[in-house]
């Protein structure tokens, strides 16, 4: 007999199972899956902006960061005049052709595999905004 009783409790908290599901009409459905294509749709759109053209401050925060936020090995720091003038006094092409191919402390490229030369102009010019 409780066999029979447990039995009759699992049918009924089944059907209760069942006739909730059924009771989710397609619009609770989709309600509910909406959020997950939005979020797919933005990570495309990521995906499209990052193939692009990147900007000077992109390139900065993912390869020249690390290095010239604190100014590690005495890197010249982020639109930091004190650390930027004198170099600039060398011309523009100088600081940019060192930045290039290396000057002590900095690697070649600041690491930045992927950048061409004018990759790394704007990321320089990003660096020394408003100085
Ligand atoms: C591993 C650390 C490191 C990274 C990463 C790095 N730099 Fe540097 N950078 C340095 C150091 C150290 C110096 C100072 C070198 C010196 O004069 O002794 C420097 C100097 C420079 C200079 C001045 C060159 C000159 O004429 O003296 C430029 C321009 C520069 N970096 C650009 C960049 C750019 C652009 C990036 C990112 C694409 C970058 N750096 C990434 C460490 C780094």
């Not at 509910?32 to 990052?50: F, L, N, Y």
């Amino acid at each position: 007999m409780k066999f029979k009783a447990f039995l009759c409790i699992c049918i009924g908290v089944f059907s209760v199972l069942v006739v909730q599901a059924q009771e989710m009409s397609e619009d609770d459905i989709k309600a509910r899956i909406q959020p997950i294509g939005k979020v797919h749709i933005a990570g495309t759109k990521v995906e499209v902006a990052s193939s692009g053209p990147r900007s000077g401050s992109d390139i900065y925060a993912k390869s020249c960061i690390a290095c010239h936020s604190v100014g590690v090995l005495n890197a010249p720091k982020l639109q930091d005049a004190a650390d930027w003038s004198p170099l600039l006094e060398n011309g523009f092409d100088t600081v940019w052709q060192n930045a290039i191919n290396g000057i002590r402390g900095m690697p070649p490229m600041g690491t930045c595999g992927d950048c061409s030369d004018d990759d790394i102009k704007a990321a320089i010019e990003y660096m020394i905004e408003g100085i």
